[in-house]
Nanobody, 115 residues
Framework: QVQLVESGGGLVQPGGSLRLSCAAS????????MGWYRQAPGKQRELVAA???????NYADSVKGRFTISRDNAKNTVYLQMNSLKPEDTAVYYC?????????WGQGTQVTVSS
């Protein structure tokens, strides 16, 4: 079992930055691939960024060059640095451990990009 707690969401103006954090507990964090998903109102949940246990990363085309996923295995934490934010980045962002079932989800954190 893995418990995940996200933090760092909020309201930011277009062009601004936010860093999301996801703290994990309950299992061996370092063995899990981790991901950040988002879900906007009326849309399906989508994978934004993923990082393997070895550190390789993947990004959705819509966030490439703007978002960076990283992990600190010593702190059992995965991060999502979001720069040059756009209104279309507005969504609830979810942390995921495992990426495929059996996987684990956090409760989500709201990110709103608006002037």
């Amino acid at each position: 079992q893995v418990q995940l707690v996200e933090s760092g969401g909020g309201l930011v103006q277009p062009g601004g930055s936010l860093r999301l954090s996801c703290a994990a507990s309950g299992s061996i964090f370092s063995i899990y691939a981790m991901g950040w998903y988002r879900q906007a109102p009326g849309k399906q949940r989508e994978l934004v960024a993923a990082i393997a246990s070895g550190g390789s990363t993947n990004y959705a085309d819509s966030v490439k060059g703007r978002f960076t996923i990283s992990r600190d295995n010593a702190k059992n934490t995965v991060y999502l640095q979001m720069n040059s934010l756009k209104p279309e980045d507005t969504a609830v962002y979810y942390c995921n451990a495992g990426l495929v079932p059996p996987d684990y989800w956090g409760q989500g954190t709201q990110v709103t990009v608006s002037s």
